[in-house]
C-alpha cells in the first residue's frame, strides 16, 4: 500500500485548501476511503470517509465545512477544507477505512507521509 499526501499548506482562518492523496498497492474503487488528521499531542481522528459509490461520512467537527470526495479512475481521494479555523491545524492522512464498534479504522496497514496544514494569521 502506498499513499502519498498532497496540498497542505499554511493558511489564514476562513481560507481554503484541496488536499489529494494518490493511492496505489490496492483495490482502491473497492475500499472506503477516510481522510485522517493528527493534531499535536492529540490522537489520529477520522475527519471524513467516503464510499466506492459516493455514500459520505463527516465528523461534526468537519461539517459543512469539508467535502470529500475520490475519483476511482484515478485512484485519487481529494479533502476540500473551506472556512479553516485554527483548530484545524494538524497533519492530514488518508487511508482505507472500516467502521467497526463505533470506531473508524484504517485498514491500509501503513501511513503516507501525511500533509500538513497549518491554519494561523
Known amino acids: 500500500v502506498q499513499l502519498v499526501e498532497s496540498g497542505g499548506g499554511l493558511v489564514q482562518p476562513g481560507g481554503s485548501l484541496r488536499l489529494s492523496c494518490a493511492a496505489s498497492?490496492?483495490?482502491?474503487?473497492?475500499?472506503?476511503m477516510g481522510w485522517f488528521r493528527q493534531a499535536p499531542g492529540k490522537q489520529r481522528e477520522l475527519v471524513a470517509s467516503?464510499?466506492?459509490?459516493?455514500?459520505?461520512f463527516y465528523a461534526d467537527s468537519a461539517k459543512g465545512r469539508f467535502t470529500i470526495s475520490r475519483d476511482n479512475a484515478k485512484n485519487t481521494v481529494y479533502l476540500q477544507m473551506n472556512s479553516l479555523k485554527p483548530e484545524d491545524t494538524a497533519v492530514y492522512y488518508c487511508?482505507?477505512?472500516?467502521?467497526?464498534?463505533?470506531?473508524?479504522?484504517?485498514?491500509?496497514?501503513?501511513w503516507g507521509q501525511g500533509t500538513q496544514v497549518t491554519v494561523a494569521s
Open positions: 498497492g490496492f483495490t482502491f474503487g473497492s475500499n472506503i
Open positions: 467516503i464510499s466506492s459509490g459516493g455514500i459520505t
Open positions: 487511508n482505507p477505512v472500516r467502521y467497526q464498534g463505533g470506531t473508524w479504522y484504517g485498514v491500509g496497514g501503513s
